[in-house]
């Protein structure tokens, strides 16, 4: 059974940082591409950031420049690490992992971050 497990969201101030972190179960890491996505409220399930299983990464512009993503494949982990972050980042993150593309596949139950102003 497939699982991926989210960690580390939570309420952080403006201009601040948060580490987030997924740790998958039930497939060979390695194999997968991996991916963040999130969803404020009222709005539709947006990416955010991706890496493939080359090590090759994707952000989405909002944002570039202050989020890396990070694949660990001997935790089976991967991490978001969010600097510099601005109330409109306030979302529910998702963790995501599928053989072929972002957005595909499996994903996690979802955790909340809320960026105060």
């Known amino acids: 059974q497939v699982q991926l497990a989210e960690s580390g969201g939570g309420l952080v101030q403006f201009g601040g940082s948060l580490r987030l972190s997924c740790a998958a179960s039930?497939?060979?890491?390695?194999?997968?591409?991996l991916s963040w996505y999130r969803q404020a409220p009222g709005k539709e399930r947006e990416f955010v950031a991706g890496i493939r299983t080359s090590g090759d990464t994707m952000y989405a512009d909002s944002v570039k420049g202050r989020f890396t993503i990070v694949r660990d494949n001997a935790k089976n982990t991967v991490y978001l690490q969010m600097n510099s972050l601005k109330p409109e980042d306030t979302a529910v993150y998702y963790c995501n992992a599928d053989v072929f593309s972002y957005g595909m596949g499996h994903w996690g139950a979802g955790m909340l971050v809320t960026v105060s102003s």
């Open positions: 039930g497939i060979t890491f390695s194999n997968y591409a």
